[in-house]
């Protein structure tokens, strides 16, 4: 098993940053991908960002140029947010796949005024 735990979500004005972090415990040694998900109100949860576990990143188009994915070590996983848009309200969640399954942490909340 492995839980994850997300924080760094707030409420931050259009054109600000935010940077998020995901904690991961349990059996941390089987984790290979990391990565960041998030769901609007209303819609379907969608892939933002992910990392292996020998640092290559994947983005949605929808961020590349604004956010960063990176990863300091076996269980701690980061997303910095840049030029934030209103449309990138969401909850804001980290997964872990291991080869027993994908783990989800809880989300954190990103609230962007315009």
């Known amino acids: 098993q492995v839980q994850l735990v997300e924080s760094g979500g707030d409420l931050v004005q259009a054109g600000g940053s935010l940077r998020l972090s995901c904690v991961a415990s349990?059996?941390?040694?089987?984790?290979?991908?990391m990565g960041w998900y998030r769901q609007a109100p209303g819609k379907q949860r969608e892939f933002v960002a992910t990392?292996?576990?020998?640092?290559?990143t994947r983005y949605a188009d929808s961020v590349k140029g604004r956010f960063t994915i990176s990863r300091d070590n076996v269980k701690t996983v980061y997303l910095q947010m840049n030029s934030l848009k209103s449309e990138d309200t969401a909850v804001y969640y980290c997964?872990?796949?291991?080869?027993?399954?994908?783990?989800w942490g809880q989300g954190t909340q990103i609230t962007v005024s315009s």
């Open positions: 990392i292996t576990s020998s640092a290559l």
């Open positions: 997964n872990a796949g291991t080869p027993a399954g994908l783990y």
């Open positions: 349990g059996r941390i040694f089987s984790i290979n991908n």
